[in-house]
């Protein structure tokens, strides 16, 4: 059954006064991508905010919308912001002259329309003839339009006898590993003819695979086994098992395998961590139109496991100890894995409320982390965000493309506390964003589904109940470090000690320890879960291949590296080439 049949094709728009300019994205547009989308270019802006109307009543999606800079100002500012009202999935993209940004005026222009969220992104005009720069730009766009709307191939769909539930946590594993995929009700239109499709036997939660198969229930591991996982984990050594796949995890896993070792990436989740909760990353290096959290670790793992890297994904591992000459992992499963190494990359999950009348919502209206992969369901819709940092605001920003309106409620009397004052600038220009200061979450629910929030002042203890479809909760992190033993050096909120940070006490060796060795030797963590580090994907990723590193330089010394202090010697760690 395809999808596609059942919508019209979706529609690029573009919107330029300037005749040499119209009739080129003209050409490219309809030459390119005619047979793919809709193709509306107009040169009246008036016009094309009647077209967008008309495509809106229509029922066709909107893509990308191209606006040019010859159009004056405050002109060009209503037709974005026509654009946003009448279809906040689309891409909001300048066209702009190829000098534009060697001009102040233009340069500052542009810069503030994409700090205030005006526009997603800018690219020049496109030349004439053919115009591969433009062509890349646009299709970059798309992609992540694209995949946003789940409207990519091989999509895996889900069907459920709710929201809630066993399809909720299908659904959170498959936007967590970036899998396109779907989901629908077993009563619906399209739920029915799937469970059609399944048969008498099938059993609730299905998941439609691409090539037609169909799981009825399927376990967590009979999902694993079907995305690749080696089933024979326990007939190997591995080199380096990383443990988390988040921005650390993926960098770690590419560089080790790149250089030879054999790389098991272990997550109870999939790929992306925290980074999956930022809907666009602007200032990580080399993506200069800015990057999804999504995009950025699919990316991640595709080249990890180009280099030879395997995955485990859904299964949790539950202890970590030397035994003998080895590093051991337990999985949940019972199965054992050694390893030579182990990088810990498990991160930092957000704290939950705790609210029983909430907690039972969780998947239906109330959810914990980012929005990207919920925010285009929740068109027209009453949100709150509650939390006072950066992933709290990016969230907010997303979120206003779709719902009527968002509420940011912090327990802190400003934003300034704990948020990058771009973000706190943004927000403010934003007119769909009310921020609620020295308020908190005290209650809510609904039946089923979220319909209310109780919250109260914290100086006057005033409380309110508010209508609220849907609530993301971003307030604070903790490690993911429970399944560690309780010798493990740790700090008091639970974020392991590496290097330097260990006190002689800690650390059982004669050598000094490596610097992102934890007080296990052979033991490394990097990102989140570490104590000290900078809570940034550029930084995690860093760490990440500097402990592979790491890893090379003990297992390279051939030194007794490994004696303890009683004199007492334990196997080194790691095999392989230290080649870089």
Same mark, same amino acid.
């Given at each position: 059954?395809?999808?596609? @049949? ?36 107009? @040169? ?47 891409? *909001?993209?300048? #066209? ?31 030349? !004439? ?12 766009? #798309? ?32 936007? *967590? ?64 098992? =990383? ?87 337990? #999985? ?18 957000? @704290? ?36 006072? +940092? ?10 206003? *493309? ?22 706190? *600038? ?18 809510? +629910? ?21 209508? !609220? ?5 971003? =307030? ?12 493990? !050096? ?67 010394? +051939?030194?007794?590296? !490994? ?18």
């Amino acid at each position: 059954m395809s999808r596609s @049949r059942r919508t019209p094709l979706p529609a690029l728009v573009a919107v330029d006064e300037d005749p040499p300019a119209f009739e080129a994205v003209e050409t490219q547009l309809v030459g390119r991508y005619a047979n793919d989308y809709r193709i509306e270019c107009l @040169r009246d802006p008036d016009e094309a905010l009647q077209t967008l109307a008309v495509l809106k009543d229509s029922g066709v999606a909107v893509a990308l919308v191209l606006v040019g800079q010859s159009l004056e100002a405050s002109v060009r500012d209503d037709l974005l912001d026509g654009v946003r009202r009448l279809h906040p999935h689309a891409k *909001r993209v300048l #066209l702009v002259a190829p000098d534009a940004l060697a001009d102040p005026a233009a340069g500052r222009t542009i810069r503030a329309a994409l700090a205030l969220g005006n526009i997603d992104h800018f690219v020049n005009s496109p030349a !004439a003839a053919l115009d591969e720069v433009f062509h890349e730009a646009v299709s970059d766009f #798309l992609l992540e339009w694209a995949r946003e709307q789940l409207l990519v191939p091989q999509t895996v769909h889900i069907v459920g006898e709710t929201w809630a539930g066993r399809a909720y946590e299908l659904r959170d594993v498959f936007a *967590r590993c970036s899998v396109p995929h779907s989901f629908c009700l077993a009563d619906s239109e399209e739920g029915r003819e799937f469970v059609a499709q399944a048969g008498d036997d099938a059993r609730l939660p299905l998941m439609v695979l691409p090539d037609g198969r169909v799981l009825s229930d399927p376990s967590n591991a009979e999902i694993a086994e079907v995305a690749g996982a080696p089933m024979d984990l326990e007939e190997h050594a591995f080199d380096l098992v =990383i443990v988390g796949s988040g921005p650390a995890g993926l960098s770690a896993a590419v560089y080790g395998a790149s250089e030879g070792l054999g790389v098991l990436v272990v997550d109870a989740a999939g790929i992306g961590g925290q980074a999956r909760s930022s809907a666009l990353i602007r200032n990580y290096l080399g993506f200069g139109r800015g990057v999804s959290g999504s995009r950025l670790a699919e990316e991640a793992y595709q080249q990890a496991a180009a280099f030879g890297a395997s995955f485990v994904f859904m299964h949790e591992v539950t202890a970590l100890a030397r035994t003998g000459d080895s590093l051991k992992l337990w #999985l949940a499963d019972g199965r054992v894995i050694d390893a030579g190494a182990v990088i810990l990359a498990t991160g930092a999950s957000y @704290r939950r409320l705790g609210i029983e009348s909430l907690e039972d919502l969780t998947g239906a209206g109330v959810f914990y982390g980012g929005s990207a992969s919920d925010a285009p369901g929740l068109t027209g819709k009453a949100v709150y965000v509650l939390g006072g +940092g950066n992933s709290a605001g990016q969230a907010a920003l997303h979120l206003a *493309r779709y719902a009527a309106n968002v509420t940011i409620v912090v327990r802190a009397q400003s934003l300034e506390a704990r948020m990058s004052h771009y973000l706190v *600038r943004t927000i403010q220009a934003e007119p769909k964003i009310e921020v609620r200061v020295g308020t908190e979450v005290v209650g809510g +629910g609904g039946e089923g589904q979220l319909r209310e929030l109780e919250l109260r002042e914290s100086v006057s203890g005033e409380q309110t109940t508010v209508a !609220a479809d849907a609530l993301f909760v971003l =307030i604070g992190a903790r490690p993911q470090t429970e399944f560690l033993p309780p010798e493990m !050096a740790r700090d008091e909120y639970g974020f392991l000690r590496t290097g330097d940070d260990l006190s002689p006490d800690e650390w059982p060796l004669d050598r000094s320890p490596l610097g992102l060795e934890t007080s296990m030797p052979g033991v490394f963590a990097v990102g989140d879960a570490r104590h000290g580090s900078v809570k940034r994907v550029a930084a995690a990723v860093g760490e990440g291949s500097v402990a592979v590193q790491l890893v090379h330089r003990l297992a390279d010394t +051939g030194e007794p590296s !490994a004696t303890q202090s009683s004199g007492e010697t334990v196997v080194r760690t790691g095999t392989g080439s230290g080649s870089t």
